[in-house]
């Protein structure tokens, strides 16, 4: 469960889903049953998947629309238990080209909290490095600057 204080400021900067990439070099899934715009729609009964197991190198990328100022993002697969990425790495960019790495997220449970020091961005891209006969599923995406 995502802590009180996350959930008041889980719109503190409000995301709008740029791509999805399940795979490198595959077409983006932005349509089905659980698309992208899932990530950032509020309702925590609707869900992102990859629609195939978790592998190195699927991600996710989110254009804020502007830069903004966060120090922490939040991935809830909320009921989808074993649907979250046990490891994964967390970039940003101004551009959506260049990209630097501001934390690594090792999880065992479906809300994944990472904190970094604070970034001024208008991207934030999170690679998965974990291989998981799961899907990667995502109620949720939150950007928080605390």
């Known amino acids: 469960m995502v802590s009180d204080r996350v959930e008041r400021q889980r719109r503190v900067l409000t995301a709008l889903l740029l791509a ?3 795979a490198p070099c595959e077409r983006e899934r932005t349509t089905g049953d659980d ?3 899932n990530l950032l729609d509020g309702n925590l009964n609707t869900r992102y998947s990859s629609g195939t197991g978790q592998a190195p190198g699927m991600w996710i ?3 804020m629309g502007a830069t903004q100022t966060f120090n922490k993002v939040v991935l809830d697969s909320g009921s989808t238990k074993g649907d979250y990425s046990a490891n994964s790495d967390v970039y940003v960019s101004n551009d959506g080209t260049n990209w630097t790495e501001v934390a690594q997220a090792i999880s065992n449970g479906p809300v994944v909290v990472v904190s970094f020091p604070t970034q001024t961005a208008r991207y934030i891209k999170v690679l998965n490095q974990s ?3 799961s899907w990667w599923s995502i109620e949720e995406f939150y950007v928080v600057n605390d």
Do not use: F, I
Request: net charge negative; charged share 25%.
């Open 20 to 22: 999805d990439h399940p």
């Open 35 to 37: 698309p992208t715009a």
């Open 61 to 63: 990328e989110v254009d």
């Open 131 to 133: 291989s998981s006969g």
